[in-house]
C-alpha cells in the first residue's frame, strides 16, 4: 500500500505539471498564432513567452525522477509531491494567461518586448520555489 501511495504522489506531481504546462502552453500557442499571423517577423520576440509554461511540466517530471527511488515511503513522499503538482499546475496556467497578453502587447509594440518577459519570469518563481522545496524535503 505504501509503495502505491508513493506511486500515487509522484504520477500527480506529473500529471498536475503537466496538465498545466499543456493549457499555459494552449493559451501561449493561440496567442503567438494570432501575432504571427500578422507579422511572422516577430517569431524571436515571441518564442521564449510562448515557451515558457512548458517549464512547470518539466519540474514536475525532474522532481518525479529525483524521488523515485524512495517510493516505498508513501504518505510521506504523497505530500512532498503534491506541493511541486499544486503550484506547478497554477503557476503554469496563470503563467500561459500572462504571457499570452504579453505575447499580444508585442503585436502592437514590439519595441518592448524585452521587459515583457519579465511578467510571466515571476509567476515562474514559485513554480521554482517549490520544485527546490521538493528535492530538499527528505523523506
Not at 516577430?42 to 511540466?57: D, E, H, N, R, W
Amino acid at each position: 500500500m505504501e509503495k502505491f501511495i508513493g506511486i500515487l504522489g509522484l504520477s500527480l506531481c506529473m500529471i498536475l505539471c503537466g496538465c498545466g504546462s499543456a493549457i499555459g502552453l494552449y493559451k501561449t500557442g493561440s496567442a503567438a498564432a494570432g501575432v504571427l499571423a500578422e507579422d511572422n517577423k516577430k517569431f524571436s520576440k515571441i518564442i521564449v513567452l510562448a515557451l515558457l509554461p512548458a517549464t512547470q511540466g518539466i519540474y514536475g517530471f525532474v522532481l518525479a525522477v529525483m524521488k523515485i527511488s524512495v517510493i516505498d515511503v508513501g504518505w510521506p513522499l504523497f505530500g512532498a509531491m503534491l506541493g511541486l503538482g499544486i503550484t506547478g499546475m497554477a503557476s503554469a496556467i496563470l503563467q500561459g494567461i500572462t504571457a499570452a497578453s504579453c505575447i499580444y502587447a508585442i503585436g502592437k509594440n514590439a519595441a518592448g518586448s524585452g521587459k515583457y518577459v519579465l511578467f510571466p519570469a515571476m509567476i515562474e518563481f514559485y513554480a521554482i520555489l517549490a520544485l527546490v522545496l521538493g528535492i530538499m524535503i527528505n523523506v
